[in-house]
C-alpha cells in the first residue's frame, strides 16, 4: 500500500547548526509534500509545502527540497534554535484529498 | 476564525462505555479528517468526508469505530464499545479540499481504563 518513509527518528543539533530531515514516498501520482511541526501536547501545525511542479521552496529558515524522479523530499532547518525543538511530520498526497503521514523526527536543539 | 474546535480535550472512559468525540471544521472547508496519533503507530487516518459524505472509510479499525458528517458544521466520531487499545489522540482536520494543507484540532486525549 502507500506509504511515507521518514528518517531520522530522532535528531539532535547543536544550536546555531543546521538539520535535515528525509522522507521518500511510494505512489508516483503524488503531487503535494507539505511539513507539520507539533510540539509537546499541541496540534501539528502546517509549516511548509512543496508542490510537484517545484523542486525547491524557502520560507527564511526552513527549505523543503523535492526530487520526482527519486520519490525523495526533505526538510531543512538551518541556524537551529531551541524553540526548533518538536516533533516534525512530512505527508504526502494520495489520491485527491488524503494525506499519508510519515513516522515523525523528535528534534532536540541544544543550546 | 476560530479554527478546528474538538471536544471534549480529555477523555476518561471505563472499558466497555461509548465514547463520542465531536468536531467543528472551519467555515468554508469542503474536507473533513479524523485522525488517531500514537506512539507505536504515529498519525493514522481512519476516515475522511468531502462535502458531508464519506469517502474512505479504509482506516477505521473494527466495526466499534463510526463517523457520522450530519452537516456542513459538525462531525462525530463514536466508539462503541470502548477497549484500553483505544487509548490515544484524537485529531480532526479540516481543509479546503485538493492537495492542501490541513487545519488541525487541538485533538481529544482519549484514556480508556
Known amino acids: 500500500g502507500e506509504n511515507v518513509e521518514q528518517h531520522p527518528s530522532t535528531l539532535s543539533v547543536q544550536e546555531g547548526d543546521s538539520a535535515v530531515i528525509k522522507c521518500t514516498y511510494s505512489?508516483?501520482?503524488?503531487?503535494?509534500f507539505p511539513w507539520y511541526k507539533q510540539e509537546l501536547g499541541k496540534r501539528p501545525q502546517l509549516i511548509i509545502d512543496?508542490?510537484?511542479?517545484?523542486g525547491e521552496k524557502k520560507d527564511q529558515r526552513i527549505a523543503v527540497t523535492l526530487n520526482k524522479t527519486a520519490k525523495h523530499f526533505s526538510l531543512h532547518i538551518t541556524e537551529t534554535q531551541p524553540e526548533d525543538s518538536a516533533v516534525y511530520f512530512c505527508a504526502a498526497s494520495i489520491g485527491a484529498d488524503k494525506l499519508i503521514f510519515g513516522t515523525g523526527t523528535r528534534l532536540q536543539v541544544f543550546p | 476564525d476560530a479554527g478546528v474546535i474538538q471536544s471534549p480535550r480529555h477523555e476518561v472512559t471505563e472499558m466497555g462505555q461509548e465514547v463520542t468525540l465531536r468536531c467543528k471544521p472551519i467555515s468554508g472547508h469542503n474536507s473533513l479528517f479524523w485522525y488517531r496519533q500514537t506512539m507505536m503507530r504515529g498519525l493514522e487516518l481512519l476516515i475522511y468526508?468531502?462535502?458531508?459524505?464519506?469517502?474512505?472509510d479504509s482506516g477505521m479499525p473494527e466495526d466499534r469505530f463510526s463517523a457520522k458528517m450530519p452537516n456542513a458544521s459538525f462531525s462525530t466520531l463514536k466508539i462503541q464499545p470502548s477497549e484500553p487499545r483505544d487509548s490515544a489522540v484524537y485529531f480532526c482536520?479540516?481543509?479546503?479540499?485538493?492537495?492542501?494543507?490541513?487545519?488541525f484540532g487541538s485533538g481529544t486525549r482519549l484514556t480508556v481504563v
Open positions: 482536520a479540516s481543509s479546503l479540499g485538493g492537495a492542501r494543507g490541513y487545519t
Open positions: 468526508f468531502n462535502n458531508n459524505v464519506p469517502i474512505d
Open positions: 505512489d508516483s501520482a503524488s503531487n503535494y
Open positions: 512543496i508542490r510537484s511542479n517545484v
